[in-house]
């Protein structure tokens, strides 16, 4: 079974710093694909970042990057230069493309606020 | 392109009620899903479809039903609402299921009551 853990229900960081968000996964997937989504305050789902299971390379989006750690089955999102319109929820999801069928699979979550 | 819409954004239901959430996406996707929203959770996915005529249960299907006439279209049906179904309702469509993302709808806010 897959599943997706975020163990850090909220988050501070002040304007204009860095700040990591932890995600774990588990699959017995050999091929997937870890993505990363942000819900602001008004509700919708907004795609920010993916990353493939067999990409050498760390994916980056702008201020977004995600560093992928395949042997400890880790993806944590690095926000750069934090802004005030950061502050939401930020979910981390999984999408095997073996027995799982392929199905994305969502964390609990991370409530992110940026301090001014 | 309006993306993916969804109507309605609120509505409120009896106890054994039913209704019909409408999803509409205008980018030709062949795959559309079903998600819903519990408080302080991640989303769970209700149904899917890989296209027209096809659709397939998600890890909560029970008390749902879909059903998927157009690429464009796919409805959610709740039968006899019970408390339980009270959450956000996401639909989503994508290109495919690989590699490229989903694009979510605004959602709808139900509460049975």
């Known amino acids: 079974a897959q599943k997706i853990t975020q163990t850090q229900p909220g988050m501070f960081v002040q304007e204009k710093e860095a700040v990591t968000l932890d995600c774990t996964y588990d699959t017995s997937d050999q091929s997937y694909g870890l993505f990363w989504y942000k819900q602001p305050s008004s509700g919708e789902m907004i795609f920010l970042i993916y990353q493939g299971s067999y990409d050498e390379q760390n994916a980056t989006e702008g201020r977004y990057s995600l560093n992928f750690q395949k042997a400890r089955k880790s993806a944590n999102l690095v926000i750069s230069a934090s802004q005030l319109g950061d502050s939401a929820m930020y979910f981390c999801?999984?999408?095997?493309?073996?027995?799982?069928?392929?199905?994305?699979?969502f964390g609990k979550g991370t409530k992110l606020s940026v301090k001014p | 392109n309006a993306g993916v819409t969804q109507t309605p954004k609120f509505r409120i239901l009896k106890i054994g009620q039913s209704m019909t959430l409408q999803c509409a996406q205008d980018m030709n996707h062949n795959y559309m899903y079903w998600y819903r929203q519990d408080p302080g959770m991640g989303l769970k996915l209700i149904y899917y479809s890989v296209g027209a005529g096809i659709t397939d249960k998600g890890e909560v299907p029970n008390g749902y039903n879909v059903s998927r006439s157009t690429t464009e279209d796919f409805p959610l049906r709740l039968e006899l609402a019970a408390p339980s179904q009270t959450s956000v309702y996401f639909c989503?469509?994508?290109?495919?299921?690989?590699?490229?993302?989903?694009?979510f709808g605004p959602g709808t806010r139900l509460t049975v009551t």
């Open positions: 989503a469509s994508s290109f495919d299921r690989g590699t490229y993302e989903q694009y």
């Open positions: 999801a999984m999408r095997g493309y073996g027995g799982s069928q392929g199905n994305l699979i």
